[in-house]
């Protein structure tokens, strides 16, 4: 079986037409500063966008950005101790994920995902006219988490073109390590390829250090500049993959998706990892308390590694009670359509949900 779509696989192109003219320019070996074919149609940035944003964005707004995502790659390249030709930079990890099932799938192929994950995934599958099959999380006293020998196993019964897998997972907040991510990918057929969600990576302790950022043979770990970066409505993020997936990954690419804005926004970020860190550690630290706190109103609070505090109530019933009264206050918390993870409910770990009397139908329910 192919690894990849049968007429991605099959011939040499597609290429894109537009890479852009910082990609020319990179080819070329010079600047071309006479730019009077890249058809962006004002002369000059519009006036009204200058006055209320100021006249940087209002240039970035005006131009293409580069799709090729260069000084991003190499920024990403030297922060993560990566090689940037194992780097692609999307429309955020949605983007991504949509990106993997076009550039993976063909129209018959099958996909695993755990029942009630990240959603997103399931309706990109189905948007996609994929068969999905699911399969669900492992469960148990102060654990929820995708079950990941019940996914390779899926992935060999149905003969898999791919897995998808979000770790840290949404909704659970569970963290599969690292060596468990890896023998799942072991475990897996050999063309079926593990799509690693990554979007809360950057809440593992660990997150900046090499070995966690690694190439892994056979996966496509995505990443977001949407949570701990802060940049959310910019839709920006990034895949780590071997250079020949990435390679395909270009093929199916819409290369102007990532505006110059969210590129330019990106590499400012990462010119300032300490604040980053700082905003981390913040989180890290509302969501220990929020954790200590449900707990103490006597919740069955799941660990977790991102930036949301997850619990189970004894039943769905429940769960949809103090999550229609909370909505009746005004307060929205996040409780899975999933069916089958019905009685989770889901709390950012902001502020706002340590107000005191915020969340009181919750601590009602639970006492
Ligand atoms: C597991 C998971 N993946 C992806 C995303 C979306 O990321 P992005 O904003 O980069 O598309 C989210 C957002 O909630 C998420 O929880």
């Not at 009204?48 to 920024?75: C, H, N, S, V």
């Not at 930079?89 to 990106?99: H, I, K, Q």
């Not at 819409?254 to 505006?259: C, G, L, P």
């Amino acid at each position: 079986m192919p690894r990849f779509a049968r007429h991605l696989e099959n011939q040499d192109g597609p290429h894109n037409p537009f890479p852009g003219v910082s990609a020319l320019e990179r080819r070329l070996g010079h600047s071309l500063p006479h730019r009077i074919g890249s058809n962006e149609g004002l002369d000059m940035p519009h006036r009204a966008l200058t006055a209320r944003f100021g006249d940087d964005i209002a240039t970035l707004a005006r131009a293409y950005g580069d799709a090729e995502a260069w000084l991003p790659r190499q920024r990403l390249g030297d922060v993560l101790t990566l090689d940037p030709a194992a780097l692609l930079v999307d429309a955020g990890a949605d983007s991504l994920m949509a990106l993997c099932l076009r550039t993976l799938c063909d129209p018959e192929s099958t996909v695993i995902v755990s029942a009630g994950t990240y959603p997103t995934f399931s309706y990109f599958l189905r948007a996609e006219g994929l068969r999905a099959v699911e399969v669900d999380y492992a469960n148990g006293p102060g654990h929820l988490a995708p079950d990941l020998s019940a996914l390779a196993e899926a992935a060999h019964r149905e003969d898999a073109r791919a897995v998808y897998l979000a770790n840290p997972d949404n909704p659970s907040g569970h963290l599969h390590s690292d060596a468990d991510v890896l023998g799942l990918q072991n475990a897996l057929p050999e063309d079926c390829t593990l799509i690693l969600d990554e979007a809360y990576h950057d809440f593992r302790d660990d997150a900046w250090t090499p070995a966690a950022n690694a190439v892994w043979p056979g996966v496509i770990r995505l990443r977001t500049f949407s949570k701990a970066h802060g940049l959310a409505g910019l839709r920006i993020g990034y895949a780590i993959a071997e250079p020949e997936t990435v390679a395909m990954l270009m093929k199916a690419r819409i290369h102007y998706a990532v505006s110059s804005l969210a590129l330019t926004a990106a590499m400012t970020v990462l010119d300032h990892p300490e604040e980053t860190r700082e905003h981390v550690a913040a989180v890290v630290a509302r969501r220990e308390v929020l954790a200590e706190t449900l707990t103490q109103w006597g919740g069955d609070v799941l660990p977790s590694t991102t930036n949301f505090v997850a619990l189970r109530l004894p039943s769905a019933e429940r769960a949809a009670e103090v999550h229609a009264a909370l909505l009746a206050e005004g307060t929205l918390i996040h409780r899975p359509a999933h069916p089958s993870l019905g009685h989770v409910l889901r709390i950012s770990a902001l502020d706002d949900a340590l107000a005191p009397g915020r969340l009181e139908p919750l601590r009602v329910a639970l006492g």
